[in-house]
Nanobody, 122 residues
Framework: VQLQASGGGLVQAGGSLRLSCVASVRTISSYAMGWFRQAPGKEREFVAAVSRTGSTTYYTDSVKGRFTIPRENAKNTVYLQMSSLKPEDTAVYSC????????????????WGKGTLVTVSS
């Protein structure tokens, strides 16, 4: 399974971005999906996850109410819709796939995609 993330860029604080992650797999519905991020000098952290059907979502506290993680299984795509961005959201964002029910910790993950850089200016 290959995961390709896109949509990163430079945005001002308070702005919005939508990241996309396309999976090269027969059907993405076999996988729980997640987004993780790694800021400069920091460890990778969980951001958001969605169940296989999209019915259940999970968010780290710092992004609750600002980020959502919709998925379109027919397009083999999962998104990270980010709004009210803050400078502390600056990081490389990576999507990930899990064959288990969850994609919330690194130990859950079977496949990682290359990241896309999000830079939020103050």
């Amino acid at each position: 399974v290959q995961l390709q993330a896109s949509g990163g860029g430079l945005v001002q604080a308070g702005g919005s971005l939508r990241l996309s992650c396309v999976a090269s797999v027969r059907t993405i519905s076999s996988y729980a999906m997640g987004w993780f991020r790694q800021a400069p000098g920091k460890e990778r952290e969980f951001v958001a996850a969605v169940s296989r059907t999209g019915s259940t979502t999970y968010y780290t506290d710092s992004v609750k109410g600002r980020f959502t993680i919709p998925r379109e299984n027919a397009k083999n795509t999962v998104y990270l819709q980010m709004s009210s961005l803050k400078p502390e959201d600056t990081a490389v964002y990576s999507c990930a796939a899990s064959s288990s029910s969850y994609a919330r910790t690194s130990s859950d993950i079977d496949y990682w995609g290359k990241g896309t850089l999000v830079t939020v200016s103050s």
